[in-house]
């Protein structure tokens, strides 16, 4: 590819020069949250957006062999300075990428999104890409075949909520249903491990898997109803998506230190053409439903314990319930930024921050009382 490629009206696409390392980082500072300016670091192969003799863009175009043995590309950490937003930087940097890797016989190419991040997913979306689910993934490069992508994207980062986007996209159309049933068997599965861990669950036997599974439906299933609920009322049609790459790091938590991360996924608006912030003052409420029913199970779970006369085998059950209940408001209010940015915590954070100071404060009285 050429050094410099020139994009009107007057943005220049070209390599990092040497010495811009240090500006390209401040950008990333500029950009991305905390956490992920930090742990930001820039190949050899950064692209760079320079505006009027300043930097104010930049993406990292990685290769990568895929399954097939074929060549496929990454795009990596597509950035630009919040004070150009919509003069297109974006935009450019994408075309200049799907170029680098088309030069170098790529067939493929992929990007991890957030799935509220809407100004990335139209860029792609607008050049071809679709979010692949994990269904859509076995399909196409079968089960050690997707192990080997994820490890090739880095989809083992711990990155809740993100999507992998693809060109091409996907060829058949997935099922939320199914994406919601997956998810809650495999976060029950985290769940039976927690317990087990943690002396709350004596066994892994049928009744224990069949009341883990009831615990996390009843839980996740609330959740997802009352969303969906609020979301009808305001005539948002939405859908279910699962947090796929969440899984690897719930079942690695679980296992090393017995500890519940919950990953109930989200509702979407449909499509992929919405803009988050137009959609706030419609998610937010919608986000608001949800984690109020969840700080409402976690309460009403603790009161039956506290105050209630129950059978023994019924109060371990309602003890395990009380751990998947508080493990998710914790996660779901207290935490409105990255890695945990997509769970609903952030979207009254970004409608309604004394609502969310409500919501807070719930949270952090339920697990003082459960701690004391």
């Known amino acids: 590819m050429n050094e410099e490629v ?71 950490w597509l950035m630009t300075d919040p004070g150009t937003r919509g003069f297109g930087v974006g935009g450019r940097l994408v075309e200049v990428a799907l170029r680098f890797f088309e030069e170098r016989g790529c067939r493929e190419v992929f990007a991890c999104v957030e799935g509220f991040n809407t100004s990335s997913s139209r860029l792609f979306a607008t050049r ?51 994406q919601w049933w997956v998810g809650m068997f495999a976060s029950a599965l985290v769940f039976l491990l927690v317990g087990w861990r943690n002396g709350l669950i004596g066994g892994l036997g049928a009744a224990s898997v069949l009341g883990g599974i009831v615990v996390v439906v009843a839980l996740f299933g609330l959740r997802e109803a009352v969303m969906r609920l609020a979301a009808r009322l305001q005539g948002l049609p939405v859908r ?64 039956l314990l506290r105050f ?25 209010v207290l935490f409105p930024f990255s890695p945990f940015a997509s769970f609903s915590g952030r979207r009254v954070w970004d409608w309604n921050r004394p609502m969310w100071g409500v919501l807070a404060v719930a949270a952090v009285a339920l697990f003082f009382l459960v701690e004391l």
């Open 308 to 332: 209630g006369s129950l059978p023994p085998e019924v109060a371990a059950w309602l003890r395990a319930a009380q751990t998947a209940g508080l493990s998710l408001a914790i996660i779901e």
């Open 128 to 178: 071809g890409f679709t979010i692949l689910s994990f269904g859509e993934q076995l399909r196409r490069y079968g089960p050690l075949g997707t192990l080997a992508l994820w490890l090739r994207t880095h989809r083992f980062g711990g990155d809740v909520g993100h999507f992998l986007w693809a060109r091409p996209g996907a060829t058949k159309s997935d099922s939320p249903a199914l």
């Open 6 to 76: 020139k994009n009107p009206p007057e943005i220049l696409v070209r390599r990092m020069r040497y010495g811009e390392e240090e500006g390209v980082k401040a950008l990333a500072g500029r950009t991305f949250p905390p956490l992920g300016s930090v742990l930001f670091s820039p190949s050899p192969h950064v692209l760079v957006a320079e505006w009027n003799g300043r930097l104010v863009g930049a993406v990292v175009p990685e290769t990568v062999v895929l399954p097939d043995k074929h060549r496929g590309g990454l795009m990596l």
């Open 240 to 303: 279910h998506r699962a947090w796929e790459a969440a899984f690897p790091l719930s079942f690695g938590i679980a296992a090393a230190f017995g500890v519940f991360l919950p990953a109930p996924g989200s509702v979407y608006p449909r499509g992929s053409a919405w803009r988050y912030r137009d959609l706030v003052p419609k998610l937010g409420p919608t986000a608001l439903a949800g984690a109020s029913v969840v700080l409402l199970f976690a309460w009403a779970v603790w009161a």
